[in-house]
């Protein structure tokens, strides 16, 4: 996994001791390491985040986990601004949108 920023995954490592976080730091790593395989045969990230994500998911995360995985890894992977934008665009935002959009958000409606 090619980190781009050193301080920010250490950071986010420190930070996520307990079991929850560290499930989300786990699962992110798995991802990142399955998109770099694949990434450096060739393939774009486009065509591969989501199965690579379901690879990665060896202990069932939920939507707040993958959301914070994306988070981490937008700022810390050599590829996370593109995975960032990715992402964001499943849900309908622009690549120029900043952020990353919370899959966890669940709306309600009275129809």
């Known amino acids: 996994?090619?980190?781009?920023?050193?301080?920010?995954?250490?950071?986010?490592?420190?930070?996520?001791?307990?079991?929850?976080?560290?499930?989300?730091i786990a699962y992110a790593e798995r991802w990142a390491r399955l998109m770099q395989v694949e990434i450096n045969a060739g393939k774009k990230l486009e065509d591969i985040a989501g199965t690579t994500s379901q690879e990665?998911?060896?202990?069932?995360?939920?939507g707040a986990m993958y959301g914070a995985a994306v988070h981490t890894l937008a700022t810390s992977w050599k590829h996370g601004d593109q995975l960032r934008k990715w992402h964001n665009k499943q849900y309908g935002k622009s690549e120029e949108d900043e952020g990353v959009v919370n899959p966890a958000v669940?709306?309600?409606?009275t129809d």
């Open 1 to 24: 996994m090619e980190i781009a920023d050193k301080a920010a995954w250490q950071s986010w490592k420190d930070n996520n001791q307990d079991g929850y976080g560290g499930a989300i």
């Open 106 to 109: 669940i709306i309600v409606g």
């Open 56 to 62: 990665a998911d060896i202990d069932g995360i939920s």
